[in-house]
């Protein structure tokens, strides 16, 4: 094996260590509060020494920051995808694949951006806060516009945007790993059942 093919698998397994950290943090955030847990509880969790947690974090600030940053990350790439050149048709099949895959893959991450930001700064909190907003505000207008070009049926875009958040965003609550579908097939089901409802055409 040659150096460099050393050094990538210690940098992949490195990485593999630190999502296990801020996997592991995020689910005591959720459980027990932010103030409430302790780095000592995470080393424990993860089968570590608190020293060697070091070698991965700088301290808990660090862990709640770059927890924050995951909340993040899907609100703007939601975001991005508003000011894409896509239809709107793509646009909201896009989005909706965005935010299941991320309440699917990070579970607790999901659980406390959507129930508990409560344990957050309130720096951090207001930020989350924003970014909510901004989504909703750039699936609305992508409903909007998709009325506006006769592409989508003329519905209330507040209450659809209100429908779709509440349907992706809450894949965290019930998504098992290993289940029958992955992120996206499940994403691919929820597109499919806004777009066509769930009567047959000749019943409506």
């Known amino acids: 094996m040659t150096i460099t093919k050393i050094k990538e698998n210690t940098q992949s397994a490195a990485a593999l260590r630190k999502e296990e950290v801020m996997n592991v943090a995020a689910r005591l955030f959720a459980a027990k509060g932010y103030h409430a847990t302790t780095l000592d509880q995470i080393a424990e969790e993860i089968g570590v020494t608190k020293p060697a947690l070091y070698y991965y974090v700088s301290n808990k600030e660090d862990i709640l920051r770059t927890i924050v940053n995951r909340m993040m990350e899907p609100m703007e790439e939601v975001s991005k995808i508003g000011e894409s050149k896509l239809s709107p048709r793509e646009k909201l ?24 930001s409560n344990i957050l700064p309130k720096r951090s909190r207001d930020a989350l806060r924003r970014r909510q907003k901004d989504v909703e505000t750039t699936v609305q207008q992508v409903i909007n516009d998709g009325i506006a070009q006769g592409c989508f049926n003329d ?26 579908f992955a992120p996206d097939n499940i994403s691919e089901q929820f597109v499919r059942l806004f777009e066509n409802g769930y009567l047959k055409k000749n019943m409506q």
């Open 155 to 180: 519905i209330d875009a507040k209450m659809a945007c209100f429908a779709i958040l509440a349907v992706s965003n809450g894949a965290y609550r019930w998504y098992k790993p290993g289940g029958n």
């Open 93 to 116: 099949s896009a989005i909706i694949q965005v935010l299941v895959r991320f309440a699917a893959d990070r579970r607790d991450t999901a659980l406390i951006a959507f129930e508990q």
